[in-house]
């Protein structure tokens, strides 16, 4: 069971948004401090390890740049949106963030609120109101790696990269 206190956000955030161009080439310290500044500053001193993001249609649009590092590296618990965009959902994959679509979520949730996610069921529910919603299952394999902590510690338990 993942629980955590929920920050809304609306359709079609893009992973510009989440890691601007501006630090791109930035270690992922500064990264992490840049995610959200441009529509949102001061968020990421307002979340803390555990938070749940829940978005609206196409979450995670636009580039193929590694942004579901960054939310990782802010300790969010999970992404629920109403859909999430390809690209992003293989990076969350990648870099061992827990992204799902969970249609109805974002009417579902106020920011505040507490959303409870049950992976072995497929469910998401909202602690304040009760509402249980389903969340649109994913193969096995890739969220063994998003919970494992991506693909890089998947290949270095198997021997295929060194350690970083």
Not at 14 to 41: C, H
Not at 139 to 155: C, R, S, V
């Amino acid at each position: 069971m993942i629980a955590g206190r929920v920050w809304k956000f609306g359709d079609d955030i893009n992973t510009d948004l989440m890691l601007p161009g501006s630090v791109l080439y930035a270690s992922e310290e500064e990264q992490k401090r840049a995610v959200f500044a441009a529509n949102r500053p001061g968020w990421v001193d307002q979340v803390k390890p555990g938070d749940v993001l829940v978005g609206g249609r196409n979450f995670g649009m636009g580039s193929s740049r590694p942004a579901a590092r960054s939310l990782r590296n802010l300790g969010l618990a999970c992404v629920l949106a109403e859909s999430i965009n390809g690209l992003f959902f293989r990076n969350a994959v990648n870099f061992g963030l827990i992204a799902l679509a969970c249609p109805g979520v974002h009417a579902a949730c106020e920011e505040g609120d507490r959303l409870e996610l049950a992976i072995a069921d497929w469910r998401a529910s909202n602690a304040r109101t009760g509402v249980a919603l389903a969340v649109t299952p994913i193969p096995e394999a890739l969220l063994k790696l998003m919970t494992g902590g991506g693909i890089y510690p998947h290949l270095e338990q198997r021997g295929l990269i060194l350690p970083r």
